[in-house]
């Protein structure tokens, strides 16, 4: 667990988790109590990432440019570290409680997490990935799947950190469009940089995609096409961002710009 | 997700919510509100079924009587709806709230669960199971295997419906002391089936420990001191369970003489 954990990586969603809890600007704690959320989200993520790397899944070598779990701790140990993280990661939400998040709060935020990761949210775009590997995907389903694998943790992120830091319904439903767009933009920005990326910066081999005949944006519409589509959902997502106005949106604004030029 | 959990069982987990949660009895409507909770459990015991039996884990091609889930699904398939079984569980969890349990008992439960079901518990016990078959377990590995696969899980049940029967503290001690004992029984009762058991009953090949080199409790202390062994920690269950002085305790010490005496 700790292996994967601190193999690093961009730290995006417990980013976005202490973000969005500033940025309401309605609770003063509100990073110190976000803090547990940014910690379980991260857990998630590098659980997905652990099982997603084993050889009955993507059979990954690499990841952020050490050998995957399975290849230092074996298959068995790689899957159970897995269901380790994603055990833990709930009872880290508690603890958000124990810091002053109420407990309607904290278990609004238990149960976001469970639909969101869950097989109506990530496990379930990775069924479909899985899926559409043994035949033609559209468009459609391909955006089902970026939306559910990537979109739906973002979404996350950014939604139980506002719930600290005391987000409006309404804040809470423009942030929602943001965390959407943003994710499908960055999922894109993936497909893009697997084909023209630098393994080095990337920590793991490029056209990975392609050698694995995966079906990914620049496959379906083209190159050019894709890098047009990632500015434009990035723009929408910056109006989306607006339109929840925020007391102290430069963060929010400044991470959406960074996805958009990354370069790994 | 559904072939697995419509496969049957005993549904012991689930029972002993229901059992606890009406023994308390301080709650009217303590059965309906934990039935979400009794779910959950039996999707987390599910889970770890599913993961269990795979080909990096036990490698087994039956459970209770049908193949297992990736013999029928493939790998891939069931490593995911194990993940989604575990995620799903805490959502059920969220919906005890919906039904009249306060937000701070399901959070309660919520991190009951993420501690006994983790890496400091059943994933524990899994892990420990994993690196024992790799050399000479001793009575105390062993003790430490089943105390986490087994008990963590039964303890949650008990403690769960307890939580939302509105159990005092003292009773919550009585009925954890209650639950670990019958787990670690029925753990040891386990391993006596499995040699001298019937396959048609168990719903899966009997031995199966022995050709697989699985050290046991007949396997360190003889089959005579395993039965022996699991007349007395039944006793000693039923006796914590006189200590937790419950308004209506007949169910509970049904169910421990119950699986002192099954055959499958």
Redesign the interface.
């Known amino acids: 667990?700790m292996y994967s954990l601190e193999a690093g990586g961009k730290r995006l969603r417990p980013i976005l988790v202490l973000s969005a809890a500033e940025a309401v600007g309605r609770n003063a704690r509100a990073r110190e109590i976000a803090m547990p959320i940014a910690c379980a989200i991260e857990m998630i993520h590098t659980?997905s990432l652990i099982?997603d790397d084993?050889p009955?899944?993507d059979n990954d070598d690499y990841r952020r440019g050490k050998l995957t779990n399975h290849k230092v701790f074996?298959?068995?140990?790689a899957?159970?570290a897995?269901?380790?993280l994603?055990?833990?990661?709930?009872?880290a939400?508690?603890r958000a409680?124990a810091l002053g998040a109420?407990?309607?709060t904290?278990?609004a935020i238990?149960?976001d997490?469970?639909?969101l990761?869950?097989?109506q949210g990530m496990?379930?775009g990775?069924?479909a990935d899985?899926l559409g590997e043994q035949g033609v995907t559209s468009l459609e389903e391909l955006e089902y799947i970026h939306l559910h694998k990537t979109s739906d943790l973002l979404v996350f992120s950014v939604i139980a950190g506002a719930r600290i830091g005391g987000a409006t319904q309404r804040q809470l439903d423009a942030l929602l469009v943001f965390a959407r767009k943003l994710g499908l933009a960055f999922q894109i920005q993936d497909d893009i940089l697997d084909l023209v990326g630098d393994a080095a910066k990337l920590g793991k081999p490029v056209q990975s995609d392609v050698t694995g005949q995966k079906v990914t944006y620049p496959f379906l519409i083209g190159m050019e096409k894709s890098e047009a589509l990632v500015v434009r959902l990035t723009q929408e997502a910056k109006q989306a961002l607006d339109d929840a106005r925020l007391a102290m949106p430069d963060t929010m604004h400044a991470i959406a710009d960074y996805l958009m030029s990354r370069d790994h």
Chains 1, 2 share one sequence.
């Open positions: 667990m659980y099982h084993l009955a899944m074996g298959e068995a140990m899957i159970l897995g269901d380790g994603l055990t833990h990661a709930f009872h939400i508690t409680s109420s407990p309607e904290a278990l238990v149960a997490l469970a639909k990761a869950g097989a496990v379930g990775q069924a899985m």
